[in-house]
């Protein structure tokens, strides 16, 4: 993890921005817009929160920005370069190796066991199995589960896979970290271990996060909140979070 620290940018640069973004689908009666002229910016090195009632479309922001689904129109600029404007197999490389990951499910494969989940990134790219064990290792330990590596998900809480799933996102040192309602699925005390667990990468790291939640203490706990709302991207105080 020690070399994440490298990798850390200016925290007033733009990592990401999002510009006249529309995204809709369309279903057997009509056209169901999601996003509509959304416009946001993703600081280098910040923690950004996004929210907004349930259905809204706060997922589908997270897809989109990360590489997942594609808009119908606009653009997604990484570091200044539209990211559906390239060819060939660009978008594989850089979900794989520009962005991390976490969903509220944990998303884990069920027979492998915690350390196995979480060297998977580095598994799929072809790396030294070695090294991305190595990797594993101190991500899981940096993550309080030192003790946890040979078990299975049936066998951890759901704090504790929720921790491997983040491990997981960051095994390939990604520039951004997406995270859609991390703490949907834990209790009030897992939920502040995994808080300070990304606020303490951040810290030491300036790893980048945007985290989707519903929580009005956790979005206290963000640098910035935005909210989503008729499609589009706005600023919000955080107080102001229900």
Do not use: W
Not at 3 to 8: E, K, N, R, V
Not at 130 to 145: P, T
Not at 154 to 183: C, F, H, I, K, Y
Not at 199 to 224: G, P, W, Y
Request: hydrophobic fraction near 40%.
């Amino acid at each position: 993890m020690s070399d994440m620290a490298s990798t850390g940018a200016s925290e007033s640069k733009v990592l990401l921005q999002g510009i006249d973004v529309h995204k809709s689908y369309k279903t057997p009666r009509d056209t169901l817009q999601i996003l509509q002229d959304a416009n946001l910016e993703i600081m280098d090195g910040e923690v950004l929160g996004i929210v907004g009632a349930s259905g809204v479309g706060k997922s589908t922001l997270l897809h989109v920005l990360g590489g997942l689904d594609r808009p119908n129109s606009g653009s997604i600029l990484f570091r200044g370069d539209d990211i559906y404007q390239k060819k060939n197999n660009f978008l594989d490389k850089f979900r794989n190796s520009k962005v991390g990951f976490v969903f509220q499910f944990f998303n884990l494969l069920p027979d492998f066991t915690a350390l196995e989940n979480a060297m998977l990134p580095s598994l799929i790219r072809d790396e030294d199995r070695k090294v991305a064990e190595e990797r594993a290792e101190n991500l899981l330990c940096q993550m309080g589960l030192k003790d946890r590596m040979q078990h299975k998900p049936s066998e951890l809480s759901g704090g504790e896979s929720q921790r491997v799933a983040l491990a997981r996102s960051l095994m390939n040192q990604p520039d951004l970290l997406l995270a859609d309602e991390p703490t949907g699925n834990l209790d009030s005390h897992s939920s502040e271990i995994l808080i300070d667990l990304i606020r303490n990468l951040n810290e030491e790291f300036k790893q980048t996060f945007v985290i989707v939640t519903h929580s009005q203490r956790i979005a206290q706990r963000m640098d910035r909140v935005l909210q989503l709302r008729d499609g589009k991207v706005n600023p919000i105080d955080k107080d102001l979070v229900l």
